[in-house]
T-cell receptor, first 118, second 112 residues
Framework: GAVVSQHPSRVICKSGTSVKIECRSLDFQATTMFWYRQFPKQSLMLMATSNEGSKATYEQGVEKDKFLINHASLTLSTLTVTSAHPEDSSFYIC??????????????FGQGTRLTVV | GDSVTQMEGPVTLSEEAFLTINCTYTATGYPSLFWYVQYPGEGLQLLLKATKADDKGSNKGFEATYRKETTSFHLEKGSVQVSDSAVYFCALTLYGNNRLAFGKGNQVVVIP
């Protein structure tokens, strides 16, 4: 299957600083990328949908000014957690679909990023 | 809204035992259904899928049948191995909709 690479896999940052997480589709063009947050023993919660060249669509309750998403090319989307606080500590996962993303098209997932804010 | 419900709690079983993980869904239309697996330290991988009622998805000895009458997509494997230890997520999406809705996931631990 197609490969989605997420970097870094782990990051520790100080409270108040910003952290950028990258998500790359290595062997396909991802028109649409998704960012999820996963709490311990919980499901993946969709944070936002990112379309190449346009503004991301955020889910209800997700602060767009805190979680900045940029999808500048068909192979790269970034999530920046701004002014991070300990409650932002979580596992963040990106995924990507080839093409327009019809309902039965497989989504490929990155390895995830464990963010710890101290 | 569209949602997926998985049985509560981790599943611990012995090697070669039979595995069942229950999944039921609520959807306004006719969803496609998926099982994803997350091995330790890795991202989610698609395990199998079914796109219409009565379809059976299968992969690596795992099977799940799309049951519209019971709105279920239970995952089964006849004889598990230690290497099957992972977290399993049931998910759905509606045709024409990019979004995947996930269940909470089930940790499966297979003991030698």
């Amino acid at each position: 299957g197609a490969v989605v690479s997420q970097h870094p896999s782990r990051v520790i940052c100080k409270s108040g600083t910003s952290v950028k997480i990258e998500c790359r589709s290595l062997d396909f063009q991802a028109t649409t990328m998704f960012w999820y947050r996963q709490f311990p023993k919980q499901s993946l919660m969709l944070m936002a949908t990112s379309n190449e060249g346009s503004k991301a669509t955020y889910e209800q309750g997700v602060e767009k000014d805190k979680f900045l998403i940029n999808h500048a090319s068909l192979t790269l989307s970034t999530l920046t957690v701004t002014s991070a606080h300990p409650e932002d500590s979580s596992f963040y996962i990106c995924s990507a679909r080839e093409g327009p993303g019809l309902g039965d098209t497989e989504a490929f997932f990155g390895q995830g990023t464990r963010l710890t804010v101290v | 809204g569209d949602s997926v419900t998985q049985m509560e709690g981790p599943v611990t079983l012995s090697e070669e035992a039979f595995l069942t993980i229950n999944c039921t869904y609520t959807a306004t239309g006719y969803p496609s259904l998926f099982w994803y697996v997350q091995y330790p330290g890795e991202g989610l991988q698609l395990l199998l899928k079914a796109t219409k009622a009565d379809d059976k998805g299968s992969n690596k000895g795992f099977e799940a049948t799309y049951r519209k009458e019971t709105t279920s997509f239970h995952l089964e494997k006849g004889s598990v191995q230690v290497s099957d230890s992972a977290v399993y997520f049931c998910a759905l999406t509606l045709y024409g909709n990019n979004r995947l809705a996930f269940g909470k996931g089930n940790q499966v631990v297979v003991i030698p």
